[in-house]
Each structure stands twice: as C-alpha cells, then as structure tokens.
C-alpha cells in the first residue's frame, strides 16, 4: 500500500496525519455517524473529507484509479467492467472532441482518465478534497492538455452559468446533504439543452424503514462510505425533476450483472486472483493483519487499522445491501436541461 506524504501542505493522506491526528480524525469521523441525520448533513464538508483523508490509499491499493462498481457480464474482468460502465456515460452523452465537460466528485482521476482517451473532449473535475485532487492530476498526466480541476464543493460550483456542454457524476453525489440542490448546481452550469448522466447510490422498492436489519445494513453502508444518508432510487427521480431537469431516462443497471457475476462479486472473493486478493473478505482481513503489526513496527501510523476495520465493515454491508436487492450503486440516469425555462 503506498503511504507516502503529499506534495501540498493541505493535501493531508493518512500518511500526513500523525497518530494522535489519526485517532481524532477517527473518532470525529465515528461521533458524526452516532449524531442525528440533521447534524450529519450540516457538517457532510467535514464527514466527507474526513473520509477521503483517511480512505484514498486504501480504495487505490484495492480498487485501482477508478472508486465504483459496474454490471458485470460473464466472462469479464473486473477491470473491463469498470472501463465498459465509464463508456456508457461517455456515449449517452456523445461526448466529441471540443466539448466542455464536469465531472462531479471527480475522485482521484481514474474515469476522467478513461474517457479524455476515449473521447477526445475537456474535462473539468471538481472535488472537495485536497488529497483526491493531487492523485488525479498525477493520474492524468498524459491527457493533462484535456484535463483540469477545481477544488471546490459540487453544492455551490464556483463557475459561471450555462458554461458546460456535458456532465456526469460516478458514484459522487450521494455525499450530497441535499440531492435538489447538488442537481440544482449541474443544472446552473450546464447550457440548454445539454445533458448530465450518471450512477447514484440508492435504496431499492425493496428497502423496508420497518425491518430492523435493513436499517442495520443501510446505516452500515453510511457508516463505511462516508454518507450522510442514502436515498431511494425514487427520492433521486424526484430531485432530478425538482432541480430543473428533464428526465429522459433512469433504471437500476445492477440487474444488468450476470446471475454469476453481480456488481458486489469483488468484495465477496468469488475470482480470487493475486490483483483482486486486496478486495476479497480473506485479503482484508490480511490487510489488517499486516496494518496490525505495521503499526507495532511504526511502518504505518498509529489508527491505520481502525481506518482498515471501518472500510470493512462497510464492504461486508454492501455485499449484503446487494445480495438481499435492497440497495444499488448504479441507478443510472439521464436528464436534459430544457432549452428554455418555458420548455
């Protein structure tokens, strides 16, 4: 796992942190999850970066450059899932050379990567975390020409309205504390009649607010990714429509998956292999293992372990939100901004 310092002092990774700094940050990032949702979303600036301060080098070392999942068709790597679900979008939005593109909750890079190759246009990343944004540049260096980022939360875009001619958001928005206004902010940037698209995390019809272990399931995939709450695929429409847009499409891809190889088949260790050995239930429990006695060595700092545990429990719970069909990370959508406000 790579562990080293950033470059810029306010790029902190968790190897920035010192131990003391690791188990506040820790203890801060638990004491948001214990507080009510009102309280949560209030202060999801600080839950978010907090997270991503603590999580990055661990979704790079097991995940790659790319943090999300995709419908994976029989026969087909992990990896090729990931690049086929990111050229979907780029087709939904016939994305050319030219074209002014954002990338909301932009991550570390890894689809911004994959399509400024595939389609030759502009990107625009904005992420709200220092850390995040220095991996990406790194990550696109050799597309940097096609390529720029804003530090900068998605609730309030620091651009100028009606500027974009595409966006699409992997697995980002739902750090949103408030889906109406976060779609609000694409819908400003965008020009008439463009489009945004993308994959949101959400809660299926099959979600019960009745069944204890439900809860239990939801609240731990909250607790493991860095959430404030987690919407149905409903409340997602219907923010959509409420922000200004046009719906002109929304499903659930994960049914999409092959019977034998669904979206969650990378955290349950079904094609072990020694590249997917970091993803599966016996690579993360080595992984602690290793952090453990890290630890002890002064190889990683004091915490790193706690992080580890926390990531875990959130993976046991998504394979869990996907096997019981209650939960999605991939409810796709496309929305048109009108071109007039009387459209």
């Known amino acids: 796992m790579r562990l080293t310092p950033a470059k810029r002092s306010d790029s902190r990774s968790l190897a920035d942190l010192t131990p003391d700094e690791v188990l506040q940050v820790v203890n801060h990032y638990a004491g948001l999850h214990d507080a009510d949702l009102e309280e949560r979303q209030e202060d999801y600036q600080t839950l978010v970066n907090h997270y991503y301060d603590l999580v990055t080098d661990f979704y790079e070392f097991g995940w790659g450059q790319s943090f999300h999942f995709a419908p994976r068709?029989?026969?087909?790597?992990?990896?090729?899932?990931?690049l086929r679900h990111?050229?979907?979008?780029?087709?939904?939005?016939?994305?050319?050379p030219g074209m002014q593109v954002l990338d909301v909750g932009c991550g570390i890079g890894g689809p911004m990567h994959t399509l400024a190759h595939y389609s030759g246009a502009n990107f625009v990343g904005i992420n709200n975390n220092a850390y995040q944004i220095e991996r990406a540049k790194v990550h696109t260096e050799d597309v940097q020409s096609l390529c720029r980022f804003i530090r900068g939360d998605y609730m309030q875009i620091p651009e100028s309205d009606n500027c974009y001619d595409a966006a699409f958001a992997i697995e980002s928005m739902p750090?949103?504390?408030?889906?109406?206004?976060a779609f609000r902010e694409v819908f400003r940037v965008l020009r008439p009649g463009t489009c945004f698209t993308g994959y949101e995390w959400g809660l299926t019809d099959d979600f019960d607010p009745e069944n204890a272990e439900h809860l239990r399931i939801k609240k731990d995939i909250e607790k493991g990714d860095g959430l404030p709450d987690i919407a149905a695929t409903t409340e997602i429409c219907d923010a959509l429509r409420m922000?200004?847009?046009?719906?002109?499409?929304?499903?659930?891809?994960?049914?999409?998956?092959?019977?034998?190889?669904?979206?969650?088949?990378?955290?349950?260790g079904r094609?072990?292999?020694?590249?997917?050995?970091?993803?599966?239930?016996i690579g993360r429990a080595l992984t602690n293992l290793t952090l453990r006695v890290g630890?002890?060595?002064?190889?990683?700092?004091e915490g790193t372990t706690m992080v580890s545990?926390?990531?875990?429990?959130?993976?046991?719970?998504?394979?869990e939100g996907g096997e019981s069909g209650i939960f999605t990370p991939?409810?796709?959508?496309?929305?048109?901004?009108?071109?007039?406000?009387?459209?």
């Open 243 to 268: 922000a200004g847009f046009e719906l002109l499409e929304a499903r659930d891809l994960a049914s999409e998956s092959h019977p034998e190889t669904p979206w969650y088949r990378a955290l349950q």
């Open 86 to 96: 990111e050229h979907f979008l780029s087709d939904q939005l016939s994305l050319k």
């Open 175 to 181: 750090h949103a504390p408030d889906k109406t206004a």
């Open 309 to 319: 545990t926390l990531l875990n429990r959130g993976a046991d719970a998504l394979v």
């Open 330 to 343: 991939m409810f796709f959508f496309l929305a048109r901004k009108p071109q007039s406000s009387e459209d």
């Open 295 to 301: 630890e002890k060595l002064r190889m990683f700092p």
């Open 271 to 281: 094609d072990l292999s020694i590249a997917s050995l970091p993803r599966t239930p």
């Open 73 to 82: 068709h029989r026969g087909e790597s992990f990896k090729e899932s990931l």
